[in-house]
């Protein structure tokens, strides 16, 4: 045992060696005598300009430490990158022999970075080699250095876990730290003062950290600035073994302001309850998510798998109710004229996501808009851009959303009212807007089906409508296109092709039992028509505006209206008021009814380049035989009719008797107009019309009592001829008998 106790003396003696060395370091060696060496190792070895102003105090055991005060750090010629007033740290000695490291202090007090990226894109932070590394470093690998380098590659792999010692940081600040970057290639400058505190940093537990942020950015010669200040706080945890780190109890609270956003100032809020980053298996899972900012709050679960290899994921969005119309307006965005001031004032929206570098699905969609509310599916290809869309919704008005009609007003403002709108069209007719934008629906891709219920469109009232739509360069097809409406049915197959040099639209369209009447007065507050429409037909334009599109309009359509009538029109009233100023009498009007009722109406329509002519028109009823022809302008919104009335007696009205001549003939009547005006003085009795129908009827007349006496006086000399020829044969027997 002798050896045990000389070699414990000898241990001893060289412990006591070693702090004798190290008291002797600390007592009678002054760091600030080594900076000058210290300065030419870093400007000769790595090209660094060290600027040590401050002294230089060092400690050795228990604990490593080290305090510098006024530093400054260039690289080469370039101006100082870096400078601090005052860096310190200590590390424990003893737990480095156990492969651990122990930092009881990290400080580093006023530091000042200033980054600068020249109009080359050089950035003053990039190292300049020495001429002879860089000259070694440019010059090409032997292929048994590229061997040796292809074998150390493959004997560290990316995915070999990592080893790192041990670490116990108990405090590290950051204050005051002021960092510039000025970017000559993009104009801009940033300013930041930021202070950063973490404190009791040990792996695999969590750590919290703390920081408070400023940050200016602005042009370079500091114009459009935006201010912006923050405050972090969370829970940090690195396992090393495994690779992952976890962030927990985020909660990130900022305020941004400048004249060039456009609301100031704005604040916002976000927080997490976790963060799980997986670097062996790329997988980022971010769990309570939540943002708030103007009002709305946005909430978020994410999960991102293989995000370097071959990304996918997966998110659940959710926007809690809030306040559009408020939104727009702190964001200074100009709101169009509304009919309803409490229109888009309330929303909110769910949606599911899931996808990877080809392909995204958001199934379902959920997204409610004041009275409305819509679910939707879609599949978006990335590459090439495609979708798919589905889409179902009810209780729709987007006359809600649209600009209020123009009224006149009560009390004489007829006048300004007229001017505006004349001034309105006069600047709509100048401005080239185009209805269709074409160059959009050439990039259209893709398929979309809806089905909504419940929809208004200028004041149209659509209990039900159903579409199947195809997009592909520049040809949309509707096939088909259903509604119920008012009683009835309409479908339709449409096509929209912008492939030529201006957009053409086709329309094959099918109704079937529409009411007329509150169809026309909802859409065009015109009351002229009544009764249940059927059609067929076809039609087609050309044009990238309302009104080329109607002056282009051309096809063929078959109408049949059936028990119905002519709102505010009475034939057999206008009938009886030209037989009464022809016979220069009077009718008691009182006695006749508003409209025309009749049994069905029937007439095919031709239509070119938007005037719409109706040869073999039809209307059947009890007391009222009708036929017509005309033309009604849509470009101009007018009519110009002839319809030739017959009456039987009027059945319908027992104002008007006619005898059975009378009865025979058709009256003409003339309607003519705008569709704007009053349905009771747009139709009138052709009176130079009914003038010659009856001047032809005297004729007529005349010409029967002719032929009546000319046939009375025939019948007589008959009569009388043959009553001579009896008064002769009389004498004739009588002669004979005399002769006997």
């Not at 092709?497 to 201006?502: F, I």
């Not at 369209?509 to 065009?524: A, E, N, R, S």
Request: proline share 5%; with cysteine; charged share 25%.
């Amino acid at each position: 045992m002798v050896w045990v106790k000389r070699l414990s003396l000898f241990i001893g003696g060289l412990l006591a060696l070693v702090a004798i060395l190290l008291a002797y370091v600390i007592l009678f060696v002054n760091p600030n005598d080594f900076k000058d060496e210290l300065k030419s190792v870093a400007l000769d070895k790595a090209n660094v300009t060290l600027r040590l102003d401050g002294d230089i105090s060092w400690s050795f055991f228990p604990w490593l430490g080290l305090e510098l005060e006024d530093i400054g750090v260039a690289l080469g010629t370039d101006a100082e990158i870096v400078q601090f007033d005052r860096a310190e740290f200590g590390l424990a000695i003893l737990p480095l022999l156990e492969q651990k490291i122990q930092v009881d202090k990290v400080n580093l007090v006023n530091l000042t970075a200033r980054l600068k990226k020249d109009a080359q894109g050089r950035g003053n932070w990039e190292m300049t080699q020495p001429q002879a590394v860089a000259s070694s470093s440019g010059a090409s690998p032997t292929p048994a250095q590229a061997s040796t380098s292809v074998q150390t590659d493959e004997a560290n792999p990316s995915s070999s876990p990592l080893n790192l010692p041990d670490l116990q940081l108990d405090e590290l600040i950051i204050e005051n730290a002021q960092v510039q970057y000025r970017d000559e290639q993009t104009n801009q400058l940033i300013d930041a003062t930021l202070t950063i505190r973490l404190n009791d940093v040990q792996w695999d537990k969590a750590w919290p950290m703390a920081m408070d942020m400023a940050v200016t950015q602005s042009d370079l010669q500091g114009g459009s600035a935006i201010n912006a200040k923050a405050t972090l706080s969370a829970n940090l945890a690195v396992f090393p073994s495994r690779e992952t780190l976890s962030l927990d109890s985020l909660v990130l609270t900022g305020e941004v302001e400048g004249d060039s956003l456009p609301a100031s100032p704005i604040s916002a809020k976000l927080s997490a309850m976790t963060l799980d980053v997986d670097l062996p298996q790329e997988n980022v899972l971010l769990d309570g998510l939540s943002l708030n900012v103007l009002g709305v709050n946005l909430d978020a679960k994410v999960r991102a798998y293989q995000v370097l290899s071959d990304p996918q994921f997966s998110a659940v969005l959710s926007i809690g109710e809030f306040n559009p119309r408020y939104l727009l307006t702190r964001l200074s965005v100009a709101l169009p004229d509304m009919a309803d001031e409490t229109a888009l004032t309330k929303a909110r929206a769910a949606i599911t996501l899931e996808g990877n570098m080809d392909t995204v699905t958001a199934q379902p969609i959920s997204l409610v808009m004041d009275d409305t509310s819509i679910e939707a599916n879609a599949v978006l290809d990335l590459s090439p851009l495609r979708w798919d869309v589905s889409v179902a919704g009810k209780n729709l008005n987007l006359d809600r959303y649209l600009p209020k009609p123009v009224e006149e007003n009560e009390n004489g403002s007829k006048v300004a009212v007229t001017e505006a709108q004349v001034e309105a069209k006069v600047e709509q007719a100048t401005a080239p807007s185009e209805l269709i934008p074409v160059d959009t629906i050439r990039e259209l891709n893709g398929h979309v089906d809806m089905v909504f219920e419940s929809l208004v469109v200028k004041n149209v009232k659509i209990d039900k409508i159903e579409l199947d739509s195809t997009q592909f360069q520049g040809l949309v097809e509707i096939s088909p296109l259903k509604a119920t409406l008012y009683e009835g049915s309409v479908s339709s197959q449409a096509s929209l092709d912008v492939r030529g040099k201006m957009p053409t639209v086709s329309v094959s369209p099918t109704i079937d039992g529409v009411q007329i009447q509150p169809l026309l007065v909802d859409f065009m507050d015109m009351d002229k028509i009544a009764g249940a429409t059927y059609l067929n037909g076809e039609l087609n334009t050309t044009g990238n505006s309302v009104d080329a599109l109607m002056a282009s309009l051309q096809g063929d359509l078959l109408v049949d209206i059936r028990n119905g009538a002519l709102i505010g029109t009475n034939l057999t009233k206008t009938v009886c008021q030209g037989i009464a100023a022809v016979r220069k009498d009077a009718i008691d009007e009182s006695e006749f009814g508003p409209d025309t009722p009749f049994e069905t109406m029937r007439f095919p329509a031709h239509i070119v380049n938007g005037q719409v002519s109706t040869p073999g028109l039809e209307i059947r009823s009890a007391g009222v035989q009708v036929t017509g022809d005309g033309v009604v302008s849509l470009p101009n919104a007018s009519l110009d009719y002839q319809a030739n009335v017959g009456l039987g007696g009027s059945g319908l009205d027992n104002a008007c008797r006619v005898n059975e001549k009378v009865a025979k003939l058709a009256f003409p009547i003339v309607c003519k107009g705008e569709f704007s005006d009053d349905p009771a003085g747009l139709c009138g009795p052709d009176l130079k019309g009914f003038g010659s129908l009856f001047a032809d009827l005297a004729k007529e007349e005349l010409k029967a009592k002719a032929d009546e006496e000319k046939e009375r006086l025939k019948v007589k000399l008959e009569e009388k001829a043959e009553a001579e020829q009896e008064r002769l044969k009389d004498k004739l027997k009588d002669k004979l008998k005399s002769l006997f």
